[in-house]
């Protein structure tokens, strides 16, 4: 009933293998001169991945007969770069699900981005911007944003821990080669002979998981198809952890995610099966899928071949351009839009890829502009001071979550490495230069 990995040089060693099956020298990869190599071969994957990916330079760079139009490859570059992007999130938070601690913060969040109406930091400033323009701000100012909702005051429950509507949390249970299928079936189902004992022995009943054992029993052996299987929805928190707790004391492998969660793996598989496609259909594209799935930098140090593919969504901050105090924003007496936007693209060229960075990198340079000049950032950026003042929680960042990359160790950021402050980007460069210099 099982399946046999004799031959496959990836699961087991070539001297392994039958006669019938094993590789020949030709068909094995040959290591990659790199920082990996020396000692155990710990990290063969990785090592493939980044032969694929020289390979695929070649192909991409040196093929005429596989190259594609410029303009083409410039939009496959972003476009793959999201979806692999959405693919890695959706495995992330897979992981987080099995880690009570972490995924408890993690669908407080979710409940605070649904209650705060604020999915982004930036949209805690267009609320406070919104509630001067209506006149309903206690501040002169800078007002006082709305009341907000914390992951904090959510757990440590100061406010209810219920749901927002429509969002559920996901009892899933994970398939493995230990348990039988009696052992999982009467996990997820408890027998009325079996309450009956539970109440002789003076411990507490308690309904099943699912309620009838047809149920249990297509679970068990959907789980066994497919490798996972939703059990049960809850609408709060306390209860989803007593199902998990439940399943985890039978020895079954489970875990607890939010909606959002499981859209985004839904969204990931209809991406991956999109990114099989066109990596068949044409040499180019898998290269370039190839590269998303290996590359930890973001493409900050220079593109692919010549092509850029970006893992995460970069555009011109949204700080820039903005009329920030309450008079420009309620009357004509300030700077104009169309002075906004001249402001806006004098401070980030559109032509120059440094005028896009991630929301990360925005956040960072605001800061880092405020702390070199305030004055003169100020006045070419036409930004707020106080543009991320009103956020109400910060959590650590995606790259301290667990996730395959942190195995293959991430390269530093352009904001976090030896290099000079004025040298980190163009804009923080002029705010050193001398005055009538640009």
């Given at each position: 009933g099982g399946c046999c990995d004799c031959g496959d040089a990836e699961a087991w060693k070539v001297e392994g293998c039958c006669p019938?099956?094993?590789?020949?020298?030709?068909?094995?990869?040959?290591?990659?001169?790199?920082?990996?190599?020396?000692?155990?071969?710990?990290?063969?994957?990785?090592?493939?991945?980044?032969k694929g990916r020289t390979d695929g330079l070649e192909t991409l760079?040196?093929?005429?007969?596989?190259?594609?139009?410029?303009r083409l490859k410039a939009a496959l570059g972003v476009v793959i770069g999201a979806a692999v992007k959405c693919l890695v999130k959706a495995v992330e938070g897979a992981g987080i699900g099995a880690d009570p601690i972490q995924w408890k913060l993690k669908w407080a969040d979710d409940a605070c981005r649904i209650y705060n109406g604020a999915s982004s930091l930036e949209e805690f400033y267009y609320q406070r911007v919104v509630?001067?323009?209506?006149?309903?701000?206690?501040?002169?100012?800078?007002?006082?944003?709305?009341?907000?909702?914390?992951?904090?005051?959510?757990?440590?429950?100061?406010?209810?821990?219920?749901?927002?509507?429509?969002?559920?949390?996901?009892?899933?249970?994970?398939?493995?080669?230990?348990?039988?299928?009696?052992?999982?079936?009467?996990?997820?189902?408890e027998s009325a002979s079996s309450q009956r004992a539970r109440s002789v022995n003076n411990v507490a009943s308690r309904p099943s998981l699912v309620p009838l054992r047809d149920d249990a029993e297509s679970m068990t052996h959907h789980v066994d198809a497919d490798g996972q299987v939703v059990v049960k929805l809850y609408t709060n928190a306390p209860a989803a952890m007593?199902?998990?707790?439940?399943?985890?004391?039978?020895?079954?492998?489970?875990?607890?995610?939010?909606?959002?969660?499981?859209?985004?793996?839904?969204?990931?598989?209809v991406l991956a099966t999109w990114l099989a496609e066109i990596s068949a259909a044409h040499p180019a594209a898998a290269v370039l899928v190839v590269n998303a799935l290996v590359q930890t930098d973001a493409g900050r140090h220079g593109p692919f071949g010549d092509v850029h593919v970006w893992e995460e969504a970069r555009m011109i901050p949204s700080w820039v351009g903005l009329a920030y105090h309450k008079e420009q924003m309620s009357s004509s007496s300030g700077l104009d839009d169309i002075e906004l936007c001249r402001k806006r693209f004098r401070a980030f060229p559109p032509h120059l890829a440094s005028s896009y960075v991630s929301?990360?990198?925005?956040?960072?340079?605001?800061?880092?502009?405020?702390?070199?000049?305030?004055?003169?950032?100020?006045?070419?950026?036409?930004?707020?001071?106080?543009?991320?003042?009103?956020?109400?929680?910060?959590?650590?960042?995606?790259?301290?979550?667990?996730?395959?990359?942190?195995?293959?160790?991430?390269?530093?950021?352009?904001?976090?490495?030896?290099?000079?402050?004025?040298?980190?980007?163009?804009?923080?460069?002029?705010?050193?230069?001398?005055?009538?210099?640009?």
């Open positions: 019938l099956h094993r590789p020949t020298v030709e068909d094995v990869c040959t290591p990659v001169p790199s920082q990996f190599d020396g000692g155990a071969d710990v990290e063969e994957a990785v090592k493939m991945a980044l760079v040196d093929s005429p007969s596989t190259a594609l139009p410029p509630s001067t323009v209506t006149g309903t701000a206690t501040d002169e100012e800078y007002p006082s944003p709305p009341q907000t909702s914390t992951p904090q005051r959510i757990l440590n429950r100061s406010e209810p821990q219920t749901l927002p509507p429509g969002y559920r949390l996901h009892l899933r249970l994970h398939n493995d080669d230990v348990h039988t299928f009696d052992e999982v079936i009467d996990a997820l189902y007593s199902g998990y707790r439940r399943l985890k004391s039978r020895g079954l492998h489970c875990a607890v995610v939010g909606t959002a969660q499981f859209d985004l793996e839904q969204r990931a598989k929301r990360e990198e925005a956040e960072k340079l605001h800061r880092l502009g405020l702390e070199l000049n305030p004055s003169m950032f100020v006045s070419l950026t036409a930004t707020d001071p106080n543009f991320y003042s009103t956020i109400p929680y910060r959590l650590p960042s995606e790259r301290y979550v667990k996730s395959p990359h942190t195995l293959w160790g991430t390269l530093p950021s352009v904001y976090s490495d030896n290099t000079s402050v004025e040298e980190k980007h163009p804009l923080l460069k002029r705010l050193v230069l001398p005055v009538g210099q640009d």
